[in-house]
């Protein structure tokens, strides 16, 4: 999933500005693939462990000292809509765990911030990303 331009971006409670896209990545940390005696190519195949994280791409316009650390932990939260104007919005939560947190500065880019984030369950079974519609069509 990739958001451009997200709305009302919070890490702990703490809004930030000037966020440009956020994607959401899933993989397979465990694969299984099973074959049988009939050909070269997998039968039947499942991923029972997965891994979600979560890149923040930020633009810093400003020197910025209030950097989160690797290894917090809380609440990361954004609100995005499909067309940005006259659409229905969402609010995308999730606890979350920081990777870690990179500045690239170019002449093309500026400044740019990347905090990756893991995705925490509360119980193994349930995604940790939960999505919910906060407003109908205006």
């Known amino acids: 999933m990739l958001l451009l331009h997200p709305r ?4 702990l409670d703490t809004p930030w500005k000037s966020v440009s896209t956020i994607a959401i990545d899933r ?13 070269p190519h997998v039968v039947f195949a499942d991923c029972p462990e997965q891994r979600v994280t979560v890149r923040v791409t930020m633009d810093l316009a400003e020197d910025s000292l209030a950097t989160p650390a ?12 499909p ?5 229905t919005r969402h609010r995308v939560s999730m ?14 880019k500026g400044a740019v911030r990347t905090v ?9 079974g349930a995604d940790p990303i939960t999505i919910t519609q906060i407003g109908g069509l205006s």
């Open 116 to 124: 990756e984030f893991l995705g925490v369950s509360s119980v193994g």
């Open 83 to 87: 067309t940005g104007v006259h659409a």
């Open 95 to 108: 606890e979350a765990v920081i990777l870690s947190i990179t500045h690239e500065v170019s002449l093309r």
């Open 70 to 81: 690797v290894g917090m932990q809380g609440a990361l939260e954004f609100a995005t809509a």
């Open 8 to 11: 009302e971006v919070s890490f």
């Open 27 to 39: 993989t397979a940390t465990r694969v299984i693939a099973e074959h049988d005696d009939t050909g």
